[in-house]
């Protein structure tokens, strides 16, 4: 008789296909994670972006890949939430009580993260493109762009497992995204790290968001990429490993 390991993926798909569902019968969470980050992008590029100097004539072009890391930081606090909900209810000891691969329950949560946010980037960059932004980059660069964010995507998402697992209520499992979000205000997304004080200077040029953007917008713009997309994939790959071996822990400890 086959164990329920030989059955991993065909258990994720089901595990992928339950939360995906909730997705769609409730696509206002979507619509929630697309909202802020379109609304920040026409604030600062139609009001603010006229007194903020970039070196670029056009600055939509320049604020793009720091709004993409707030939609996605935004979208995934929706997955500890659907975590706790389900630890809460007892919903994931039932599960367990299956033939199932366990980790497969959290697989599920984490693949339907980097689907949804997917759909959000994709709303947002069309957007984006009505309001006049423009890329010279080919398709091998649009290409690493988007490994890039599906890897941003991975990694905080795991983030958010941990917050899931370990909350006590339901605005402890979302709370956590908020630094997160707050995080790309102290980079390079916004502004030139120059103009900074030396002290935040220091911590913007040193934080991940600042490389992860530097790198995505040197390949929309065809630019030399340079040590920057080393350094944001070593970010992304390190806070990924670390933060996967965390929440596997908490979700053997805690469920």
């Known amino acids: 008789m086959e164990t329920a390991k030989n059955h991993f993926f065909s258990d994720m798909s089901v595990m992928l296909g339950r939360s995906m569902r909730h ?5 206002d969470t979507i619509i929630t994670v697309c909202i802020t980050p379109i609304a920040m992008m026409l604030l600062f590029v139609y009001v603010l972006g006229g007194a ?17 890391l707030i939609a996605i930081a935004s979208g995934i606090s ?6 706790f909900l389900d ?3 007892g919903i ?12 497969t329950v959290l697989w599920g949560h984490v693949l339907t993260s980097v689907v949804s946010n997917v759909i959000s980037v994709v709303v947002i960059i069309l957007v984006a493109l009505i309001m006049g932004f423009r890329s010279s980059a080919g398709v091998l660069p649009w290409l690493a762009v988007a490994g890039i ?10 983030v ?28 390079s997304a916004f502004v030139p790290t120059e103009s900074m004080p030396s002290v935040v200077r220091a911590f913007a040029e040193n934080q991940p968001v600042t490389s992860i953007v530097e790198a995505i917008r040197a390949l929309l713009s065809g630019q030399p990429v340079g040590n920057d997309i ?26």
């Open 149 to 158: 964010l599906v890897l941003f995507t991975l990694a905080l998402t795991w």
């Open 52 to 68: 903020i100097r970039t070196g670029t004539d056009n600055y939509v072009n320049y604020l793009l890949p720091g709004i993409l």
């Open 23 to 27: 997705i769609l019968r409730s696509m």
């Open 230 to 255: 080393w350094v944001a994939l070593a970010w992304c790959v390190g806070i990924l490993l670390a933060a996967y071996f965390f929440a596997m822990r908490v979700y053997k400890k805690r469920v």
């Open 87 to 89: 630890k809460q209810r």
């Open 92 to 103: 994931i000891e039932r599960f367990h009580s299956m033939p199932i691969a366990r980790s």
């Open 78 to 83: 929706y997955t500890a939430y659907r975590l």
């Open 160 to 187: 958010a497992a941990i917050a899931g697992l370990s909350a006590k209520s339901v605005e402890g499992a979302s709370a956590f995204s908020y630094p997160l979000i707050f995080l790309p205000f102290i980079s």
